[in-house]
């Protein structure tokens, strides 16, 4: 019954930026590690960062130096910052919700329905 909801995907040039949104239930947010995770057309699903309820992140290789993850506990959302995105970063981005931060998908145990993000020149 936990709902995920991802928002802001879209097209975006080489380069560019996109801020997703993650909206989450108060009582998720605030006991629950969110993730970041994407999954680029024949690949699997591969995790980006974490934030742990106590606000800890890890950031995977992927996404150190060029993604920020935050929260903000009054909208009850979980964004992801993606600068100087490149054709690689073209996916499905979802955010999950799980006991702990980790960056492996199995750790989660409820998902967003994901937002698409395409990179184009």
């Known amino acids: 019954q936990v709902q995920l909801v991802e928002s802001g995907g879209g097209s975006v040039q080489p380069g560019g930026s996109l801020r997703l949104s993650c909206a989450v239930s108060?009582?998720?947010?605030?006991?629950?590690?969110i993730g970041w995770f994407r999954q680029a057309p024949g690949k699997g699903r591969e995790g980006l960062v974490c934030?742990?309820?106590?606000?800890?992140?890890y950031y995977g290789d992927s996404a150190k130096g060029r993604f920020t993850i935050a929260r903000d506990n009054a909208k009850n959302t979980v964004y992801l910052q993606m600068n100087s995105l490149t054709f690689e970063d073209a996916g499905t981005y979802f955010c999950?919700?799980?006991?702990?931060?980790?960056?492996?998908?199995?750790?989660?145990?409820?998902w967003g329905q994901g937002t698409q993000v395409t990179v184009s020149s």
């Open positions: 999950a919700a799980g006991y702990f931060c980790g960056l492996a998908p199995d750790q989660y145990d409820f």
């Open positions: 108060r009582v998720v947010l605030a006991n629950r590690a």
């Open positions: 934030i742990s309820a106590s606000d800890g992140t």
